[in-house]
């Protein structure tokens, strides 16, 4: 019923960019504040960026701000991450993630992988 589906990942050398899409099914898009999240090969998850519901609230990890640009569009419910001036440590899974508290739900998509090497 519910799905989070990222697509977009890939490889890249640094210094290039490429942009992330998240397609949501099964639920009311517009009520949720929507994150990415990344894994990166041995680490822990960690946020990279959050969007409002509404998108008029954004925040990001200091790692990626001013590199990486989080959008929403509620008619398409769609997530999206512009991600310019890739670095290595960028390397990781990208995952999708959904929250919405007041009805403490939350769903988290599959993740893509992104490998910036050179």
């Known amino acids: 019923q519910v799905q989070l589906v990222e697509s977009g990942g890939g490889l890249v050398q640094p210094g290039e960019s490429l942009k992330l899409s998240c397609a949501a099914n099964?639920?009311?898009?517009?009520?949720?504040?929507m994150s990415w999240y990344r894994q990166p090969p041995g680490k822990e998850r960690e946020l990279v960026a959050r969007i409002s519901s509404t998108g008029r609230n954004i925040n990001y990890a200091d790692s990626v701000k001013g590199r990486f640009i989080i959008s929403r569009d509620n008619a398409k419910n769609t997530l999206l991450l512009q991600m310019n001036s890739l670095k290595p440590e960028d390397t990781a899974v990208y995952y999708c993630y959904a929250s919405y508290s007041v009805l403490e739900r939350n769903y988290w998509g599959k993740g893509t992988l992104v490998t910036v090497s050179s």
């Open positions: 099964g639920f009311t898009f517009s009520r949720y504040a």
